[in-house]
């Protein structure tokens, strides 16, 4: 599109993640003026979500990002004597030790009648409208990727007893072999696709019940429209900052939440469910009646243990771990608060840490439904984005596959007065705001990353399989040696809108010791096995069986003091990526902080007019439906998240 | 919760390039104004007009594109549990009707399904500008399973026609589905919204 870009803006903010777009909202809800680009494709950064399709190829770009060579004008003759220029890095260095490996297998007769269905359809277009010629370029490339992919997978020759060895050499064919994927929006199947993902499970439901439960690499292809793959994965805390805000700013508008609907933990081998709520301790048939007591007990004081300072005074200076001992408790219910509820270690937190937390999951509890947490439908990716919509309602202006070159810095007041993007034009702005990748090495050389050790799997049933075949797990895997950390694990189906029917999207993270793969692999072979042909014809076997893995590195950019960023000039902020805690409270502080230094003393994302009441306003023409019952009405929707919210916590006590 | 006064709800979605009048088609059909206030659009997430179709009261909540079309960075969530798009290009700009199929494929990876889709050529005011035919575009929407109708959000020409009917198809789909158009949960889509999904685990 030929259209240019204005050249003065009150705010830039540069990365589409979750701080940046909540800064972004609340400057342009208070009026300022917004540019909000991302050199990406996508929204998110590492905050985004992808399609199957999509994800592989954001694992192509990793691969390729080293050959990007630029030939974007030159900036250095637009800086002027007075101006100095501080040079974006061009690469993502975030993500590291990418290993994916696939173990399903691979189904030729289903790929010929997918691509044939396909190109049908494509012709269709093609002949219908004669200009696009990248549609036609597409279906090839596609179709070739399908193809080479059968040649070079192998899982069904590798032996299952040896994984590691068959696994390295598969995992080095699928990152390769996508070569010829195209743009992550493009390569998904069309409408026809669609229609015949509908059907096709149905079909085979009929036609070949003994083999029902196969599942091959090109059907998660074929349906990798379904995946919604987060790169980080978190939950919501029922009462957190950003729930908190979504309803404030209504920005909940935009999207749809699910609950979790179990904890689960991991003892002695075997995968159980946590009893969280009064109901659920009552129900359990694992704890015997004096552990119910004790348990219930032991819940109903850290609900209010601020009242009680006697029950931990002299306690303060030990590990929570070590307290829950002098506590009346189990070691069943020790193993419990502690991993499940108040979700620490034996050896990271205090007293009084472990007290805060276990109040917090059950402050959280039942404000939603009978666990502390919700997942947004299609991911973790919407988030960014429904606040990227808000900026933009009002009047921000949004621009992806857009890169900056350079800040450029005035000598004298040390302030960074404008940005040069990659087309050379210059746009001036008070404040910038730049994500944390995208600064180059030299301006990092002192900072010290931690790390986030992730692993993506695509499994066919659940770690812990009941009635419902819908539910949303977080499991914590306590570390097993000193050095290393715990894992969490959030088991995701169908429903929530993150994977294709009959398998379930499985996320593990911690913070990395080593690499993803050897920080991850060893709770992977503790709860799932890989899916081979053999063990589908025994239908016993019980663990989830892994039909694709990928594991990486992230970097982990939060909590970095702004100092260690070398010369950074007063109204250049800086945003970090994701963090590897469990919720998004970091986001929010970090944006209502920004926030507050852009625009000081002003409210931070306040309810927007109703769209209703605007309408109203303007408009006299239509007597029958502004009847003045529609103003009360239209107010009750829009905040019935929050009215229902009194009825609820009611309704779960 | 209190009875909302209506049957049904229905989010549409408009999508196209810049400049083809999807404001302006949005403001023609809730308030009948051409053109629409400058800056006035600024803070407006979405528009409701009620409309009674056969004796039924319909609640569309049409949605615009808050302007991140103009340099092709829609969000994905924009199209997330839309009923109905309005696919609209401009007759007098062959770009517009060129971008459609790039258009389609958003469509395809990010709407639901079970979405219907209308594809709209906006100004036929200015037929004597006319870049794109009406029988290419009949041709092309036959093609993509789509309605097709040309309108004038200037002229107000078919402009209520578009929504009614869409209202209408809407209606029938819906219930051809025997989807219950629960009040509390008004969009059919695939989701749920944290209101419905509270009062369903308290039951």
Same mark, same amino acid.
């Not at chain 1, 390295?168 to 994927?181: L, Q, S």
């Given at each position: ?653 | ?67 991140? /079309? =103009?340099?092709?960075?829609?969000? +994905? ?6 009923? @109905?798009?309005?696919?609209? !290009?401009?007759? %007098? ?34 037929? /004597? =500008?006319?870049?794109?035919?009406? +029988? ?6 036959? @093609?993509?399973?789509?309605? !097709?109708?040309? %309108? ?52």
């Amino acid at each position: 599109m030929a259209d240019t870009l204005p050249s003065e803006f009150d705010v830039i903010v540069i990365g589409t993640g979750l701080p940046e777009s909540i800064t972004a909202a609340a400057c342009s809800r208070s009026g300022r003026r917004v540019l909000h680009v991302d050199s990406r494709s996508y929204y998110g950064g590492n905050w985004a979500s992808f399609s199957f399709s999509g994800l592989l190829s954001w694992l192509k770009e990793y691969q390729e990002n080293s050959d990007i060579v630029s030939d974007s004008p030159v900036w250095q003759d637009q800086i002027l004597e007075n101006e100095e220029a501080i040079a974006l890095s061009r690469k993502d260095k975030t993500i590291q030790h990418v290993e994916v490996f696939c173990y399903a297998s691979q189904d030729l007769n289903e790929d010929v009648e997918e691509a044939g269905a396909l190109q049908k359809n494509h012709a269709l277009v093609t002949s219908a409208n004669s200009t696009e010629a990248s549609d036609s370029a597409f279906l090839p490339t596609e179709d070739e990727s399908l193809s080479t992919m059968s040649c070079e997978m192998l899982t069904e020759q590798t032996p299952s007893s040896d994984p590691e060895n068959a696994l390295e050499v598969n995992g080095a064919e699928v990152t390769g072999e996508k070569e010829n994927h195209c743009d992550d929006k493009t390569c998904v199947p069309s409408t026809s696709a669609e229609d015949m993902s509908e059907n096709v499970p149905i079909a085979e439901d009929t036609t070949e019940q003994p083999k029902k439960n196969i599942i091959t690499y090109s059907q998660i292809i074929k349906e990798g429209r379904r995946f919604n793959i987060d790169l980080v994965s978190k939950l919501l805390y029922s009462r957190g900052l950003l729930i908190d805000l979504l309803i404030k700013s209504n920005v909940s508008r935009y999207a749809e939440f699910k609950n979790i609907t179990r904890i689960l933990a991991f003892r002695e081998g075997q995968v159980e469910q946590v009893p969280c709520s009064r109901a659920d301790v009552f129900n359990s048939k694992q704890l015997t009646m004096v552990e119910k007591r004790m348990l219930m007990k032991f819940l109903t004081f850290c609900m209010e243990y601020e009242k009680y300072p006697d029950e931990y005074k002299g306690y303060e200076e030990i590990t929570f771990y070590e307290y829950l001992k002098t506590q009346k408790l189990t070691p069943n219910l020790q193993y419990i608060v502690l991993h499940s509820i108040a979700m620490t270690s034996e050896t990271t937190s205090s007293t009084m840490d472990g007290l805060k937390a276990t109040k917090n999951f059950l402050h959280c509890l039942g404000r939603y439904g009978n666990t502390p947490f919700l997942f947004p439908l299609y991911g973790q990716g919407e988030l960014p984005q429904c606040f990227c919509r808000m900026c933009a309602v009002f009047g921000g202006i949004y621009c992806l596959r857009h890169s900056v070159q350079c800040l450029v810095v005035d000598k004298e007041s040390r302030k960074c007065k404008a940005i040069i993007d990659q087309f050379g034009q210059r746009i001036i702005s008070e404040h910038f705001l730049v994500e944390d990748s995208y600064f180059s090495e030299n301006m990092c050389s002192r900072v010290q990353y931690r790390q986030i050790s992730r692993a993506v799997l695509i499994t066919d049933r659940s770690v812990l399989k009941t009635d419902s075949d819908q539910q949303i797990s977080i499991l914590t895997v306590p570390a097993e040696e000193p050095g290393t950390f715990a894992v969490r694990v959030i088991e995701l189906c169908s429903s929530t809108m993150t994977c294709m029917k009959g398998t379930y999207l499985v996320h593990l993270t911690c913070t990395s010791s080593k690499t993803a793969r050897e920080d991850l692999e060893p709770v992977v072979q503790k709860l799932f096995i890989p899916y081979t042909e053999m063990e589908i014809e025994n239908e016993q076997v019980e663990k989830p069986r892994i039909l694709w893995a990928l594991y990486f590195n992230m970097r982990d950019s939060s909590d970095i003091s702004r100092s260690c960023y070398s010369d950074l000039p007063s109204n250049v902020y800086v945003c970090s990526g994701p963090d590897c805690g469990l919720g998004n409270d970091n986001a929010v502080k970090q944006a209502e902080t920004l926030f507050q230094e852009i625009c000081p003393n002003e409210d931070f994302c306040p309810p927007p007019p109703n769209p209703e009441d605007i309408v109203l306003d303007g408009d006299g023409l239509q007597p029958e439906t502004s009847e003045s019952s529609a103003i009360p009405e239209a107010n009750s929707e829009t905040f019935e998240e929050s009215t229902n919210l009194g009825n609820l916590e009611e309704s779960s006590e | 919760m209190s009875m909302e006064d209506y049957d049904f709800l229905f989010k549409i979605v408009l999508i196209g390039n810049a400049g083809v009048g999807k404001t302006c088609l949005v403001r023609r059909f809730t308030q009948g104004l051409f053109p629409p206030g400058q800056g006035a659009t600024i803070g407006v997430d979405f528009m409701i007009k009620t409309v009674e179709i056969n004796g039924e009261k319909v609640k569309l909540q049409i949605w615009d594109t808050a302007g991140q /079309e =103009r340099f092709r960075s829609i969000t +994905q969530s924009y199209y997330r549990s839309a009923n @109905a798009l309005i696919l609209t !290009y401009d007759i %007098t700009c062959e770009e517009s009707f060129r971008c459609l199929p790039e258009w389609l494929r958003e469509i395809e990876q990010y709407a639901s399904n079970k979405v219907i889709t209308v594809l709209v050529g906006n100004k036929i005011d200015l037929a /004597e =500008r006319r870049e794109v035919s009406q +029988q290419r575009a009949e041709e092309f929407s036959e @093609a993509q399973d789509m309605y !097709y109708l040309e %309108t004038s959000a200037k002229e107000s020409d078919n402009v209520e026609k578009l929504f009614l009917d869409l209202a209408c198809r809407l209606i029938s789909e819906a219930r051809q589905n025997t989807l219950v158009n629960n009040v509390s949960s008004p969009l059919p889509g695939e989701g749920k919204s944290i209101s419905y999904l509270t009062c369903c685990n308290f039951n």
